[in-house]
């Protein structure tokens, strides 16, 4: 049974939402590169990210003493008013409103924020993970934790919902009344937050949450580092821990909903020094390759030629090489089917592309190690196409592997086995915002 209350939320103070709203929240952390985190830092002194990634200066001892002065900026907000705790308990409902990038048009997604019970993985939990994490975000995320005392980002989660019962609750809450919140922020995206401290409502969002099961889309070391600083405090106090350490901050978004979108995650290898002939010949012993060239003039025509015929074949992969005016389509081969490296992964991993590049690519063709898979600086992850090519075009990276995205589909075959996919198979897309609520762990 899943478990999900209402929460007094921390939010800015309404004068500074109305002021300048867009100017105080920004992307996850975990997506901005460092151009980004100073944008954001720049954009007003109360922007979230001087909480929730906040800058190392020169004449600190450690990487991550900006924690404590997070924990100490935080307090002081607190008690200044520019954060306000809300007296009584509340579900956040979230409309994210954003151009899509891929198709063109308008992506609108609807969600909610409250709390949800922690559950140790298992095979048995009705909360399911779907990505393995890297364990360095997790230990930096718990000494954040351990600074603040706070949830200041949320993880992202999903659930079924084929009779909308969910969305047609949410739709409810929101007619009501008009947003507490309405704002674009600096991308342009809009953001639409009702606070909805109804009990009746609330409580119905709660009850019909009990018979579903939920799925991490993105934030797994999040949802980790809550059980780690669960396990942190028990250790601290005897086994006690406050009420609040059972639980995390979540954003929940229907499976029902049409906003709930995927785009891949991009594979750059950094500074392995293969002749792109070499490459072509490694790989051709597992896949069947073809290529469009292009010449200056043409380069957009046949990107698009390739990426048509590239979404067309399951089990295929895209290879962009520096110094190669070539896109390539890499189709597995019925043969590879029976490489050792996808027949000791279970059926459903195996047909993932992620685990085809992995196990068949990076470790049966060129070598890699799984430590190398974890080094950004031999593997990077890029989800936007374009900054990929670009990258290997400006010469910072050998080669670019461009994926089909995962779907939910994917993900639920994952899941209910118990399995986990590879790290960054997905990319939930619009990210969930950060700074539209906090939680406070006590």
């Known amino acids: 049974m899943v478990e999900i209350v209402p929460f007094k939320g921390v939010v800015y103070n309404s004068s500074e939402v109305k002021d300048h709203g867009g100017l105080l929240v920004a992307p ?15 954009l ?17 001892a450690h990487k991550y003493d900006w924690h404590q002065r997070s924990g100490e900026l935080m307090r002081r907000w607190l008690a200044e008013g520019v954060l306000e705790r809300l007296e009584k308990p509340a579900i956040f409902h979230i409309e994210i409103i954003c151009p899509n990038p891929v198709k063109g048009g308008t992506i609108v997604r609807h969600g909610f924020v409250c709390l949800m019970k922690l559950e140790e993985f298992s095979p048995q939990s ?12 997790k230990e930096e995320r718990l000494g954040l934790m351990k600074a603040t005392g706070a949830n200041i980002s949320q993880v ?62 993105d934030g797994h070391h999040r949802y980790e580092t809550a059980l780690n600083y669960r396990r942190f405090l028990s250790e601290q106090n005897g086994g006690r821990v ?45 896949f069947k390759v073809s290529g469009k060239t292009f010449k200056n003039g043409n380069e957009p025509v046949m990107r698009d030629r390739f990426l048509t015929k590239l979404k067309k074949q399951r089990h295929s992969l895209g290879l962009y090489m520096s110094g190669r005016p070539t896109y390539y389509v890499l189709k597995l081969l019925e043969s590879s089917w029976q490489e050792p490296a996808l027949r000791a992964e279970p059926r459903e991993l195996a047909a993932l592309d992620t685990v085809i590049l992995n196990n068949v690519v990076f470790k049966e063709a060129l070598g ?68 539209l609520v906090m939680n406070l762990i006590d």
């Open 28 to 42: 996850p952390y975990d997506v901005l590169s460092e151009e980004d985190q100073k944008k954001c830092l720049g």
């Open 44 to 60: 007003h002194t109360h922007n979230i990210l001087h909480l929730d990634y906040g800058q190392a200066l020169e004449a600190d």
């Open 126 to 137: 009705n909360v399911r993970p779907h990505e393995k994490t890297f364990s360095s975000h």
């Open 156 to 217: 992202f989660g999903f659930f079924p919902d084929e009779d909308r019962r969910a969305l047609d609750l949410m739709a409810e809450s929101t007619s009501r009344q008009e947003p507490d919140m309405d704002f674009e922020d600096y991308q342009g995206f809009g953001h639409r937050v009702w606070i909805d401290l109804d009990p009746q409502t609330t409580g119905q969002l709660v009850e019909t949450l009990k018979n579903r099961r939920v799925y991490i889309a």
């Open 242 to 286: 406050p009420a609040g350490a059972d639980y995390v901050m979540i954003y929940l978004c229907p499976m029902s909903d049409p906003g709930l979108v995927i785009f891949p995650t991009h594979r750059l290898m950094r500074r392995e020094n293969i002749h792109p002939d070499e490459m072509i010949n490694r790989l051709s012993h597992f």
């Open 368 to 435: 890699l190690t799984e430590a190398d898979l974890d080094n950004p600086d031999k593997i990077d992850y890029v989800s936007n196409l374009d900054q990929a090519i670009d990258r290997i075009n400006g010469e910072e990276g050998s080669a670019a592997f461009i994926m089909n995205p995962s779907t939910v589909e994917d993900i639920l075959r994952v899941t209910e086995k118990g399995l986990t996919m590879p790290r960054k198979s997905t990319f939930f897309y619009p990210k969930v915002t950060t700074g």
